[in-house]
């Protein structure tokens, strides 16, 4: 192994742990969590109270979004661009639309199944987990929640999607679009089933904590809508 590459890898690494280090927020010192604290009148176990109340009533008004009809709008995979580009210059546009509307309703039977999963998550909760929100981020229960629910709303959700694309079809209808664009669009391909269903996964989950971080923000700026008052209080420590 060169020296050159050596060096060429150092500097790789320490790249990545520069942005790394840049995109996550410091965690508050104790110190500063116990200020934050007193100066809101709430004791260590408040906070967690606090939590709890305040990340249920924020999951549970996302739920509710995620309900609506068009609340999650699926993306087409990019690996089928130059796909959609040929079927749209054949004036078959129509197709790719069908196959669009395949996967936004799989994807709006799945969503709204994350919220339970969300809820499972809150009570076990710990003092720990409840101290990153004091100092941290807007979104810090968001992103909270997500590493809390990732493995488990996985092992919910997969197999729904695998179902989901299975009733719909919409693996089909990705290899009918191929026959519809004409013989050299087979060069492109189109996702398999497996893929199809790696893609829906990850936009229903970013779509799903998309609502979540949004009813963050909204009650972060006006913790006055929770019915909790420790939920008020907890969330509203940043603005001390």
Excluded: C
């Amino acid at each position: 192994m060169s020296t050159r590459f050596i060096l060429v890898l150092i500097a790789s690494l320490l790249a990545a742990a520069v942005r790394g280090a840049e995109s996550t927020p410091p965690a508050p010192t104790a110190a500063a969590t116990a200020a934050a604290l007193k100066s809101a009148g709430l004791s260590s176990a408040q906070l967690l109270d606090g939590l709890k109340a305040g990340l249920g009533t924020i999951v549970e008004v996302a739920g509710a979004e995620l309900m609506k009809p068009g609340a999650v709008q699926v993306a087409t995979p990019t690996s089928m661009g130059k796909l959609e580009s040929t079927l749209r210059r054949l004036n078959q546009a129509g197709a790719m639309d069908g196959f669009k509307a395949s996967l936004n309703q799989a994807a709006a039977t799945v969503a709204p199944q994350a919220t339970a999963v969300l809820k499972g998550a809150i009570g076990p909760l710990t003092l720990a987990d409840a101290t990153s929100l004091v100092g941290g981020p807007p979104d810090a229960g968001t992103r909270l929640l997500r590493k809390a629910t990732e493995a488990a709303l996985r092992a919910k959700l997969m197999p729904l999607v695998s179902q989901a694309i299975a009733a719909n079809g919409t693996a089909a209808k990705a290899k009918d679009l191929l026959a519809k664009a004409g013989p050299m669009a087979a060069m492109m391909g189109v996702p398999s089933a497996a893929d199809l269903e790696t893609h829906l996964y990850a936009q229903v989950l970013d779509s799903s904590f998309g609502y979540v971080g949004k009813q963050e923000a909204a009650f972060r700026a006006n913790p006055a809508q929770f019915k909790h008052a420790l939920a008020a209080k907890v969330f509203s420590l940043e603005k001390k």
